[in-house]
């Protein structure tokens, strides 16, 4: 119903993976899969056009799309009608295809009617969209055939937005605030759970203000990923998320990663 309506709003971002096509494939179009790098709660009706993906990180934050465009291993479409009011539609786009080697997945985002927060909404997908595609990568090159573990916690934040962002980066990363401004993908960082084990980490995303996203090797590559939610400078979520391919691993990570979040949201209020 969208092909001939131009969108709105556009948000497009790829990632190249050293997996299978029919591997990628599963991961966005399957359950098992998507709860594996997207929401830990993933529900695929049925194959095929018309089926219905319900993806969850709790019962409050749940989205139901249908299915619009099915083109096996090559293109899967999303489509959510009058999500945002009557009218407003927003579709999601999965294009896969083989790239020297590798399997390249382009993501194409976008929102049809008239909006007035399509700005806003956009901006505030994109750091997760960013999260999200290196996490599929993670899964599909290190974890393919493991369940992921989600160890998370939302929590509101009322303190202004550059000085939170100062203090969580510096409490997860282990430099000083004042250095936090310097961090760049690819550094080499530390981090200590709450009476938990010590950790090194590599940054593999950073969006200054918004989100970053470690990988951690000493713990089975587990992924950590922060994200300040929103746009508002003064009230927002922390969104703390942990991703953990390995059962035993997880459990004993739960309790202390939860400790580190708590001590550092409560630091926020100092």
């Known amino acids: 119903m969208t092909k001939d309506v131009k969108p709105k709003a556009t948000l497009e971002m790829q990632v190249d993976v050293d997996a299978p096509i029919v591997a990628a494939w599963k991961a966005v179009t399957e359950a098992e899969g998507l709860a594996n790098w997207f929401g830990p709660i993933a529900k695929v009706s049925a194959p095929g056009l018309n089926g219905e993906v319900t993806i969850a990180w709790s019962d409050e934050m749940a989205f ?29 786009d999965f294009h896969l295809e083989a790239r020297g080697g590798k399997t390249r997945i382009r ?60 203090r969580i980066v510096s409490a997860v990363t282990g430099v000083a605030p004042e250095a936090v401004a310097a961090i760049k993908t690819g550094d080499r960082v530390r981090l200590a759970f709450d009476g938990g084990p010590t950790a090194s980490g590599v940054v593999e995303l950073i969006v200054p203000g918004k989100g970053l996203a470690l990988r951690l090797p000493d713990l089975a590559d587990s992924a950590l990923f922060v994200e300040l939610e929103g746009a508002n400078p003064e009230k927002f979520h922390a969104g703390w998320y942990l991703s953990v391919y390995d059962a035993a691993r997880s459990r004993e990570l739960e309790a202390p990663a939860k400790r580190t979040f708590g001590r550092v949201h409560d630091s926020l209020a100092v």
Do not use: C
């Not at 096996?72 to 407003?88: K, L, N």
């Not at 290190?142 to 939170?164: D, M, W, Y």
């Open 64 to 92: 139901t799309t249908r299915v619009d465009a099915w083109e096996p291993e090559r293109h899967v479409r999303w489509i959510a009608e009058d999500m945002m009011g009557p009218g407003i539609t927003l579709t999601t």
């Open 107 to 166: 993501l194409v985002q976008s929102g049809f009617g008239e909006f007035d927060g399509w700005d806003d909404f956009f901006e505030s997908t994109e750091t997760g969209w960013a999260y999200f595609l290196y996490n599929l990568r993670l899964y599909l090159e290190t974890h393919l055939g493991r369940v992921r573990h989600l160890i998370s916690e939302r929590i509101q934040v009322k303190a202004p937005r550059a000085a939170a962002w100062q």
